[in-house]
């Protein structure tokens, strides 16, 4: 594909997950995609799809159609070890920025570890069911917040390294009115 390479190719996995776990919103990847188009010569054709939608499902479509399409999916390897924790950390930065409540943060959690078959979803639900009252599920004097914080920092790091990965030489939407982009 023209103007592909490896950067586009690890830039296109990482919005997919930065969008699909609600954690980027639309001015982010348009101003992004927007950036790209001026400075490379042939940029790849869903850097160009990417500027133009204006919902997440559409980005989300677009990005996965092409993910497919030019089979720059991640190996099993890097899928278990990069991209999945980058998605669940990109989730927790969703609800750092307040994009979702705790709640939503755990239930989303938990239906993703369900659907991806590699990390264990009770852990989440059973976060998640702490919120109306019940106990710890597994012992402990810390409160959720602190657990789940613990819990995802890992994955937050990763998302964090990447998110600043993409980015890396472009302005940030937020940077002109000094807002925190993290």
Not at 48 to 55: I, T
Not at 114 to 139: K, Q, V
């Amino acid at each position: 594909m023209p103007g592909m390479d490896a950067n586009a190719d690890n830039s296109l996995l990482i919005w997919w997950a930065a969008i699909d776990s609600g954690f980027a919103d639309e001015r982010e990847w348009v101003a992004w995609a927007d950036q790209q188009i001026e400075m490379l010569d042939e940029p790849p054709l869903w850097i160009l799809d990417l500027s133009l939608v204006h919902s997440r499902d559409k980005a989300v479509a677009s990005i996965s159609h092409s993910w497919t399409k030019w089979d720059l999916g991640p190996s099993e390897s890097a899928q278990r070890n990069w991209l999945d924790p980058m998605w669940f950390g990109f989730l927790f930065l969703a609800f750092e920025r307040r994009n979702i409540d705790l709640r939503t943060l755990l239930i989303t959690a938990g239906a993703r570890a369900d659907a991806i078959g590699r990390t264990p979803c009770d852990l989440y639900f059973m976060m998640a069911n702490e919120i109306d009252g019940a106990g710890p599920t597994l012992p402990s004097k810390k409160p959720l917040l602190v657990r789940v914080t613990e819990h995802f920092a890992p994955m937050a790091k990763i998302s964090r390294h990447e998110w600043a990965y993409v980015w890396d030489g472009f302005a940030h939407p937020d940077q002109d009115q000094g807002n925190d982009i993290s």
